[in-house]
Nanobody, 123 residues
Framework: QVQLVESGERLVQAGGSLRLSCAASGRTFSINTMGWYRQAPGKQRELVAAITTGGNTNYADSVKGRFTISRDNNKNTVYLQMNSLRPEDTAVYYC?????????????????WGQGSQVTVSS
C-alpha cells in the first residue's frame, strides 16, 4: 500500500498563487506517477497534472501555463505550484499516485488517493 499526505495553503484571492505538496510513503517503488486531480461542486473529478518518475508531465488544458507540477524523487514528494489562480480553480484537490496510463486515463483507475485539500480562490 501507498499512503499520500497532502499539505499546502488553501485560500487565496484571484490572481494569487498557492503551492500544494503531497508526500508518499509505504510501497512507493510500486508507483511511477504522481499527480493531482480536482473536483468542484457538482462536477466530475478531473485530472489537473501528472508527473512520472522520469519527469514527463501531463497537464489539463485549463491549467497549462499557470500550474507547474514537479517532484522530488528522493523525498517521494510531488508539488503543484498554482499561479494566476481563478475562481473557477476552486475545488477539492486530490493527490493521486499509481501507474501513468491508468492515472491519466480516469479517476476510477487511480491506485492511490490523498485525503483531499480544499482550495478556494476568492474573486
Amino acid at each position: 500500500q501507498v499512503q499520500l499526505v497532502e499539505s499546502g495553503e488553501r485560500l487565496v484571492q484571484a490572481g494569487g498563487s498557492l503551492r500544494l505538496s503531497c508526500a508518499a510513503s509505504g510501497r512507493t517503488f510500486s508507483i511511477n506517477t504522481m499527480g493531482w486531480y480536482r473536483q468542484a461542486p457538482g462536477k466530475q473529478r478531473e485530472l489537473v497534472a501528472a508527473i512520472t518518475t522520469g519527469g514527463n508531465t501531463n497537464y489539463a488544458d485549463s491549467v497549462k501555463g499557470r500550474f507547474t507540477i514537479s517532484r522530488d524523487n528522493n523525498k517521494n514528494t510531488v508539488y503543484l505550484q498554482m499561479n494566476s489562480l481563478r475562481p473557477e480553480d476552486t475545488a477539492v484537490y486530490y493527490c493521486a499516485a499509481g501507474d501513468y496510463a491508468k492515472l491519466v486515463a480516469s479517476p476510477g483507475r487511480v491506485d492511490y488517493w490523498g485525503q483531499g485539500s480544499q482550495v478556494t480562490v476568492s474573486s
